[in-house]
């Protein structure tokens, strides 16, 4: 009889459990929403998938997410099996990727959905000329590592007390890919990696045959990665350009869409002010 496992994840949960469901024959997927999207007068429908469980993979949820936190999870369903993931995050590769959340709640979203370059926010608060933008980001030569180091800090800080960490393997694995399409979107191989020791956690076999997904779980946004970003890891990689859905973008049409968004949003210096005081790594 299969094993009945559920992952309680963010927006990494249906790429992993898709990609546990490859990998192992002796496990069948139960589906549940990922955990930001459930509002509260969905939680028992939430509880009735969690009870049909007999494994449960999940990354910390915490206590603001009430009911359905973490530890409140174990509390009502003591006797399943657990196994628990970072939310898998580096923004290492993308020191200049922020999202912009605004402060009566929400997120900003804009031509990258909801992720920001700040260079370019940066560029229209100055009131720099596209076309000036366009050469500093063609052009750009920063020194990012102040940044990386506290990217990498806040990684690692997920990761304490998970029963899988992630980021050892991300270090690695950096001078020959990037590993991540945005900081919390992970490419497939990341996933597999993630996927197998999850499966071994829970002493559930994998198969010899079980095939790497080749198309993105979660490549809608590929973001530009800064020159001296993989001139630092010393990578045989380049990313130059922001693409959506594969398809790569100008930084002059990027810049432009930026500039008319920005352009259109009254209370943008108070979205950024409030970013700044929250954020954990320097906005801008």
Same mark, same amino acid.
């Given at each position: 009889?299969?094993?009945?496992?559920?992952?309680?994840?963010?927006?990494?949960?249906?790429?992993?459990?898709?990609?546990?469901?490859?990998? +192992?024959?002796?496990?069948?997927?139960?589906?549940? !929403?990922?955990?930001?999207?459930?509002?509260?007068?969905?939680? *028992?429908?939430?509880?009735? %998938?969690?009870?049909?469980?007999?494994?449960?993979?999940?990354? !910390?949820?915490?206590?603001?997410?009430?009911? &359905?936190?973490?530890?409140?999870? =174990?509390?009502?369903?003591?006797? =399943?099996? #657990? @196994? +628990?993931?970072?939310?898998?995050?580096?923004?290492?590769?993308?020191?200049?990727?922020?999202?912009?959340?605004? !402060?009566?709640?929400?997120?900003?979203?804009?031509?990258?959905?909801? #992720?920001?370059?700040?260079?370019? %926010?940066?560029?229209?608060? *100055?009131?720099?000329?596209?076309?000036?933008?366009?050469?500093?980001?063609?052009?750009?030569?920063?020194?990012?590592?102040?940044?990386?180091?506290?990217? =990498?800090?806040?990684?690692?800080?997920?990761?304490?007390?998970?029963?899988?960490?992630?980021?050892?393997?991300?270090?690695?694995?950096?001078?020959?890919?990037?590993?991540? #399409?945005?900081?919390?979107?992970? *490419?497939?191989?990341?996933?597999?990696?993630?996927?197998?020791?999850?499966?071994?956690?829970?002493? %559930?076999?994998?198969?010899?045959?079980?095939?790497?997904?080749?198309?993105?779980?979660?490549?809608?946004?590929? @973001?530009?990665? !800064?020159?001296?970003? @993989?001139?630092?890891?010393?990578? +045989?990689?380049?990313?130059?350009?922001?693409?959506?859905?594969?398809?790569? &973008?100008?930084?002059?049409?990027?810049?432009?869409?930026?500039?008319?968004? #920005?352009?259109?949003?009254?209370?943008?210096?108070? &979205?950024? *002010?409030?970013?700044?005081?929250?954020?954990?790594?320097?906005?801008?």
């Amino acid at each position: 009889m299969a094993t009945r496992l559920l992952v309680f994840a963010n927006c990494q949960s249906n790429p992993l459990a898709s990609t546990l469901g490859v990998m +192992s024959p002796d496990v069948e997927i139960i589906r549940c !929403p990922p955990v930001h999207t459930i509002p509260a007068a969905k939680t *028992d429908s939430v509880f009735d %998938l969690l009870s049909q469980a007999d494994m449960i993979v999940h990354q !910390p949820i915490g206590q603001g997410f009430g009911p &359905i936190s973490s530890d409140a999870i =174990k509390e009502r369903f003591p006797e =399943k099996h #657990y @196994a +628990s993931f970072p939310s898998v995050y580096y923004g290492g590769v993308f020191p200049q990727l922020r999202y912009l959340r605004r !402060p009566g709640g929400g997120t900003l979203s804009g031509p990258l959905t909801d #992720y920001h370059d700040m260079r370019i %926010l940066k560029s229209f608060l *100055d009131d720099m000329p596209v076309e000036a933008c366009v050469e500093k980001l063609e052009n750009d030569g920063s020194d990012y590592q102040d940044l990386v180091t506290a990217a =990498k800090q806040e990684s690692y800080a997920r990761e304490v007390g998970v029963d899988v960490p992630v980021m050892k393997w991300v270090e690695e694995a950096l001078q020959e890919r990037p590993c991540f #399409y945005t900081f919390n979107h992970p *490419d497939n191989k990341l996933l597999w990696l993630i996927a197998e020791h999850l499966l071994q956690q829970l002493g %559930l076999p994998i198969s010899p045959d079980a095939k790497l997904r080749q198309k993105p779980f979660l490549g809608e946004i590929s @973001a530009a990665v !800064p020159r001296g970003i @993989a001139q630092a890891l010393g990578a +045989s990689w380049r990313r130059d350009l922001y693409a959506i859905n594969g398809e790569e &973008i100008a930084w002059r049409d990027i810049v432009e869409r930026f500039y008319a968004l #920005y352009a259109s949003v009254a209370d943008l210096r108070t &979205i950024v *002010d409030f970013n700044r005081k929250r954020s954990m790594i320097p906005l801008i």
